[in-house]
């Protein structure tokens, strides 16, 4: 009784997101034909990866292209995933493997650019921790423990795994709990999980808190990651390929200018996020290369399926352009 | 009248003990959170004393990014709790006076009631999306019905003898609404609209929270991510005085509007 149930509700849902694309389509994404800017909406979560985008429209190199951007925080790619599909945002971020997750459902989604990448070395913007007094001394020793992770069955599983396996321990046996990051370093210091995966500021939180790093999973994951991307959907890539252009090329001018101005960044990410400026100055920053990792992220999608994420590869080509 | 004027000393000096033992009773409950967390009864970083939060509130009234919150959550609240309290008044009138449409909507009422305004999250986000249109639904759901149930009451209330005198002095439907119907459900309408704007505030914010409109909810999930624990506090004050402030002004209009009312004109003439 109850699968039924969720199909119908689910075919609503869908039908009611095809029905609202169709409807905001027309007024947002139509082509600059009287020289006025095109209206896109950006769907990003406000966290400091995120904080060439907001830097590139500080600087215009979306106006300059004929984009008139709005950046709407959502809580995570859970949110901004239906979100593109269904026209309200033009554009979004999600991490990679939500989008891998999304295209082995046959989401019609196209990735547009590169996001942000792991530092490639041992202090990056993430890290594993434990209790400064833990037995646990290298990422091997999680065998048999819980470690926390924001979402379960995503990124965090798949890298620190990775970080698991790479130190010769048996990724299998790692156990998850399912810890909003705000409640991870608490989590850890009551002694309720063993091991926590934090980002920044979180990671600066659990430094201050006096916990011991023990992997940089990201980094361990691939060599300089491709932790996140930007995508649209496959029908806005399909029916204006221009303004997918623009956007492409104006999100890699602000990637490329955030790499090289850290201060301007560290600045920009005390506009959308409250993170207080002295840990903002001491945040480890992700890299932000303007070209996607490929390699990476067919990485990622091998270990979805190593570690019992997808029962089959996703096609890695069909999503990233 | 004598004795009424004696008792007028022992009465006001009976309201200033309730503001006074109001007051020494929140600075006590702020004593209690300022030294807990620094005697280590909570962890101080989560749990940061009275005194930090405060500061960090007087902070936050210096930043245009709060007023445009608060703006935006004070706008969102009023347009959900006006929608929900005009379509309660009237839908209730006409349920109230005709029992025909009372019987046959009251087990489709009781069945959608009850039904948690926040269930609803999943269906406005694919709706809507991130909007505070998405919010603003979820207010009115929340708030309709305390109105709808409150004005149907009050109708149902209103006193046989009056309504057989409006028709012996053949009122028209509209007259015998707006002088008979009307006036004799005041008292449950406005606390229908009490009800109602409490219940629209909680929505809201709960609604700015967890889909992230724009609003003191979602300035309050910002600050959660950045590991603000202070702001996260300092904005969870602003919400309660937020509450208590509306259901001030709405006791206020409701004093006024139902001066004449007898439950009110023995107060007065009490104090």
Same mark, same amino acid.
């Given at each position: 009784?109850?699968?039924?149930?969720?199909?119908?509700?689910?075919?609503?849902?869908?039908?009611?997101?095809?029905?609202?694309?169709?409807?905001?389509?027309?007024?947002?994404?139509?082509?600059?034909?009287?020289?006025?800017?095109?209206?896109?909406?950006?769907?990003?979560?406000?966290? *400091?990866?995120?904080?060439?985008?907001?830097?590139?429209?500080?600087?215009?190199?979306?106006?300059?292209?004929?984009?008139? *951007?709005?950046?709407?925080?959502?809580?995570?790619?859970?949110?901004?995933?239906?979100?593109?599909?269904?026209?309200?945002? %033009?554009?979004?971020? &999600?991490?990679?493997?939500?989008?891998?997750?999304?295209?082995?459902?046959?989401?019609?989604?196209?990735?547009?650019?590169?996001?942000?990448? &792991?530092?490639?070395?041992?202090?990056?913007?993430?890290?594993?921790?434990?209790?400064?007094?833990?037995?646990?001394?290298?990422?091997?020793?999680?065998?048999?423990?819980?470690?926390?992770?924001?979402?379960?069955?995503?990124?965090?599983?798949?890298?620190?795994?990775?970080?698991?396996?790479?130190?010769?321990?048996?990724? &299998?046996?790692?156990?998850?709990?399912?810890?909003?990051?705000?409640?991870?370093?608490?989590?850890? %210091?009551?002694?309720?999980?063993?091991?926590?995966?934090?980002?920044?500021?979180?990671? %600066?939180?659990?430094?201050?808190?006096?916990?011991?790093?023990?992997?940089?999973?990201?980094?361990?994951?691939?060599?300089?990651?491709?932790?996140?991307?930007?995508?649209?959907?496959?029908?806005?890539?399909?029916?204006?390929?221009?303004?997918?252009?623009?956007?492409?090329?104006?999100?890699?001018?602000?990637?490329?200018?955030?790499? &090289?101005?850290?201060?301007?960044?560290?600045?920009?990410?005390?506009?959308?996020?409250?993170?207080?400026?002295?840990?903002?100055?001491?945040?480890?920053?992700?890299?932000?290369?303007?070209?996607?990792?490929?390699?990476?992220?067919?990485?990622?999608?091998?270990?979805?399926?190593?570690?019992?994420?997808?029962?089959?590869?996703?096609?890695?080509?069909?999503? *990233?352009? | 009248?004598?004795?009424?004027?004696?008792?007028?000393?022992?009465?006001?000096?009976?309201?200033?003990?309730?503001?006074?033992?109001?007051?020494?009773?929140?600075?006590?409950?702020?004593?209690?959170?300022?030294?807990?967390?620094?005697?280590?009864?909570?962890?101080?970083?989560?749990?940061?004393?009275?005194?930090?939060?405060?500061?960090?509130?007087?902070?936050?009234?210096?930043?245009?990014?709060?007023?445009?919150?608060?703006?935006?959550?004070?706008?969102?609240?009023?347009?959900?709790?006006?929608?929900?309290?005009?379509?309660?008044?009237?839908?209730?009138?006409?349920?109230?006076?005709?029992?025909?449409?009372?019987?046959?909507?009251?087990?489709?009422?009781?069945?959608?009631?009850?039904?948690?305004?926040?269930?609803?999250?999943?269906?406005?986000?694919?709706?809507?999306?991130?909007?505070?249109?998405?919010?603003?639904?979820?207010?009115?759901?929340?708030?309709?019905?305390?109105?709808?149930?409150?004005?149907?009451?009050?109708?149902?209330?209103?006193?046989?003898?009056?309504?057989?005198?409006?028709?012996?002095?053949?009122?028209?439907?509209?007259?015998?609404?707006?002088?008979?119907?009307?006036?004799?459900?005041?008292?449950?309408?406005?606390?229908?609209?009490?009800?109602?704007?409490?219940?629209?505030?909680?929505?809201?914010?709960?609604?700015?929270?967890?889909?992230?409109?724009?609003?003191?909810?979602?300035?309050?999930?910002?600050?959660?991510?950045?590991?603000?624990?202070?702001?996260?506090?300092?904005?969870?004050?602003?919400?309660?005085?937020?509450?208590?402030?509306?259901?001030?002004?709405?006791?206020?209009?409701?004093?006024?509007?139902?001066?004449?009312?007898?439950?009110?004109?023995?107060?007065?003439?009490?104090?």
């Amino acid at each position: 009784m109850r699968r039924p149930l969720i199909a119908l509700f689910t075919a609503v849902a869908l039908l009611a997101t095809a029905a609202c694309g169709d409807s905001s389509d027309d007024n947002s994404a139509a082509p600059a034909a009287s020289g006025k800017p095109d209206a896109v909406n950006a769907g990003v979560i406000a966290i *400091l990866d995120v904080a060439p985008i907001y830097l590139g429209k500080e600087k215009g190199f979306f106006s300059k292209r004929g984009i008139d *951007l709005t950046l709407t925080t959502a809580q995570g790619g859970a949110a901004i995933v239906p979100a593109v599909l269904s026209g309200q945002y %033009q554009f979004g971020f &999600s991490n990679a493997v939500s989008l891998l997750l999304a295209k082995s459902q046959n989401a019609p989604l196209k990735v547009v650019c590169n996001g942000n990448n &792991s530092t490639g070395v041992a202090d990056d913007f993430a890290g594993l921790f434990v209790k400064p007094d833990s037995p646990i001394q290298s990422p091997k020793d999680l065998v048999g423990k819980t470690v926390a992770a924001n979402t379960l069955k995503n990124i965090v599983d798949t890298s620190v795994r990775a970080s698991v396996k790479k130190d010769g321990g048996d990724p &299998s046996q790692v156990k998850f709990t399912e810890l909003p990051f705000p409640e991870q370093v608490g989590a850890l %210091q009551a002694g309720r999980v063993d091991a926590i995966f934090v980002v920044e500021p979180f990671q %600066q939180a659990a430094i201050a808190a006096g916990m011991r790093k023990i992997a940089s999973s990201y980094v361990d994951a691939a060599p300089n990651l491709t932790v996140a991307l930007y995508f649209t959907s496959a029908k806005l890539a399909g029916e204006n390929p221009d303004l997918v252009k623009r956007f492409t090329e104006a999100m890699q001018e602000s990637l490329a200018y955030a790499d &090289s101005h850290g201060d301007e960044v560290r600045d920009i990410i005390g506009t959308y996020t409250k993170i207080d400026p002295a840990t903002r100055a001491k945040m480890t920053l992700p890299k932000w290369p303007a070209d996607i990792n490929r390699e990476s992220v067919d990485a990622l999608a091998t270990a979805a399926v190593t570690d019992g994420l997808l029962t089959q590869k996703p096609d890695v080509a069909g999503l *990233l352009p | 009248m004598v004795s009424v004027a004696a008792r007028r000393p022992r009465v006001t000096g009976r309201r200033y003990r309730s503001v006074t033992l109001g007051a020494l009773g929140l600075i006590g409950f702020g004593l209690v959170l300022e030294v807990a967390p620094r005697i280590g009864v909570v962890p101080i970083d989560f749990a940061p004393p009275t005194s930090q939060i405060l500061v960090t509130l007087v902070e936050q009234l210096d930043q245009g990014s709060f007023w445009t919150a608060l703006l935006r959550t004070l706008t969102t609240w009023a347009s959900g709790l006006a929608i929900a309290v005009v379509a309660g008044a009237v839908i209730g009138v006409l349920l109230g006076s005709l029992p025909i449409l009372r019987a046959a909507t009251a087990t489709t009422i009781e069945f959608l009631r009850p039904i948690p305004s926040v269930a609803l999250i999943p269906l406005v986000i694919v709706l809507y999306g991130t909007t505070p249109r998405s919010t603003i639904t979820l207010v009115v759901y929340a708030a309709f019905w305390q109105m709808l149930i409150q004005v149907m009451h009050g109708v149902a209330d209103v006193d046989p003898v009056a309504l057989d005198t409006a028709r012996s002095f053949r009122l028209g439907p509209w007259a015998k609404v707006r002088y008979v119907v009307w006036p004799s459900a005041l008292p449950y309408v406005m606390t229908g609209l009490r009800l109602a704007a409490a219940v629209a505030l909680i929505l809201t914010i709960t609604g700015e929270l967890v889909i992230g409109s724009p609003g003191l909810g979602k300035e309050i999930d910002t600050a959660q991510q950045s590991n603000e624990v202070r702001t996260v506090y300092a904005l969870i004050l602003v919400t309660g005085v937020l509450g208590v402030l509306i259901n001030l002004v709405i006791r206020r209009g409701e004093r006024a509007l139902l001066s004449w009312h007898p439950a009110n004109r023995a107060e007065k003439g009490a104090a």
